[in-house]
């Protein structure tokens, strides 16, 4: 069996749904769809809550009824008459629930109730529209079997467990249609997996029942070997190892959370993803399959801070290192490259919330330097140090452009280099007219 996820804009309106539900019957074969909320929805079930936060129930009211209004228009289009009674009876209920929130002490977790909705609307109307087309369809709610533990990490057991036995009472079906996103914590509440949210969901899922595969459809054409935005003739990478996809993804790729894949991994189940637009598209398969000797992609990671120690204490010591790394786990602050020399460390972080308090502490060990609004750039392939040139071509392909930091090791797959903001465009471009020109 295929996991199948269709993103926001997949099922943005009343005839991308049809499109969808066209795509996953296709085939003929028996799958489980995960479905993100429609495009728009969770931005303004957001907006709703900061209404709800700020105590003021008119101006949620009036986001609420604008809300309810698309989805009206959206249901019309799409059901015919006798599902509509349905739908408009399940949505009724849920917009109920919303309004419930009014004029009441209201925190992160009524947020969380409230943006979980989106989920449920998307795939209550999909529901209905595959029963209207006479498909056995099965509505697994994920709020049933998704669930993290104490640490907001998926519980794997518990969610393979609830899974099958939900399957089987389900019986054999041709669709499954559940939520991606939502889940519920270990205490009980509703809660969301946050980091790559349905994309997340998708792999949990095919990972517990061990799918054949796992298909993310968006509305872009897979990996490409640049930043389109930046860079012009891009290319969809047609495969990509797993630590490839991951690599690209920490380091600037949007299409794909780093984490996404992990748990496909795990039972090495290929990920592929596509495009709901273009679906005769090839896309881009991830798996445990290596293309030798070939530079991939390049990616770019805004945003990063440079922190640069100094320290004579540093030469012929044991234990610096440690010690200057306790201190970015002490402020939960993680870091993404690290080079060293003798009386020296540099390193990078991409969240700064904390970087006074961390400099403080760096103090004492050293000369302390910043630099600010820098760029990783990231060039994935197959990057095993027996092979020979690739490091030479990245160098040559930057002649032109002042690196701050190169990290060459740490991965098979990748060399990580560290530029200033408004060297961005012209190391992207260089790279490619060198790599894949």
């Known amino acids: 069996m295929k996991v199948l996820k269709f993103g926001g804009t997949s099922v943005g309106t009343a005839e991308r749904i049809k499109n969808v539900a066209n795509l996953i019957l296709e085939d003929g074969q028996s799958k489980i769809v995960v479905l993100s909320a429609m495009s728009g929805t969770t931005n303004t079930l957001l907006e709703i809550s900061g209404y709800y936060r700020l105590q003021n129930a008119v101006g949620a009211s009036e986001v609420i009824v604008r809300l309810e209004q698309k989805y009206s228009g959206v249901i019309k289009e799409l059901l015919n008459e006798e599902y509509q009674a349905k739908a408009k009876q399940v949505v009724k209920g849920i917009f109920e629930y919303i309004r419930s929130f009014a004029n009441r002490p209201f925190t992160i977790y009524e947020e969380k109730c409230i943006v979980a909705q989106g989920e449920l609307l998307s795939t209550n109307l999909m529901n209905l529209y595959l029963q209207q087309c006479g498909i056995k369809v099965a509505f697994m709610p994920a709020l049933e079997y998704m669930r993290i533990d104490k640490n907001a990490e998926p519980d794997f057991n518990y969610i393979e467990t609830q899974l099958k036995k939900m399957l089987a009472e389900a019986g054999e079906q041709q669709i499954y249609v559940t939520q991606g996103f939502i889940c519920r914590n270990a205490y009980g509440d509703i809660d969301n997996l946050q980091r790559g949210g349905s994309d997340y969901s998708a792999s949990i899922v095919g990972a517990a029942i061990r799918a054949e595969e796992i298909q993310i459809w968006t509305d872009i054409d897979g990996m490409h070997n640049n930043d389109p935005r930046f860079v012009e003739g891009t290319k969809p990478v047609r495969h990509l190892h797993f630590d490839e996809a991951a690599e690209l993804a920490y380091f600037g790729a949007k299409i794909l959370h780093p984490t996404c894949v992990t748990p496909a991994r795990m039972y090495n189940i290929p990920v592929r993803l596509l495009n709901t637009m273009e679906p005769s598209a090839p ?75 961390i400099l403080n502490d760096l103090k004492k060990f050293g000369s302390v330097t910043v630099d600010k609004d820098m760029v990783i750039i990231c060039v994935v392939g197959d990057m095993k140090w027996d092979n020979l040139g690739f490091e030479s071509s990245v160098v040559e392909a930057l002649k032109d452009v002042p690196v701050r930091m190169i990290s060459y090791g740490g991965s098979n797959y990748n060399i990580s280099l560290l530029i200033k903001k408004e060297d961005k465009i012209k190391a992207l471009k260089s790279l490619s007219a060198h790599l894949f020109n």
Do not use: P
């Open 283 to 357: 896309g881009t398969m991830i798996s445990n399959e290596t293309e030798a000797g070939k530079i991939k992609a390049v990616a770019a990671k805004d945003g990063i801070t440079s922190i640069r120690i100094k320290s004579s204490r540093m030469l012929l010591a044991y234990g610096f290192m440690r010690q200057v790394f306790e201190i970015f786990e002490r402020y939960k602050t993680s870091i993404d490259l690290v080079t060293t020399s003798e009386v020296g460390v540099s390193l990078t972080i991409d969240n700064d919330k904390h970087l006074d308090e």
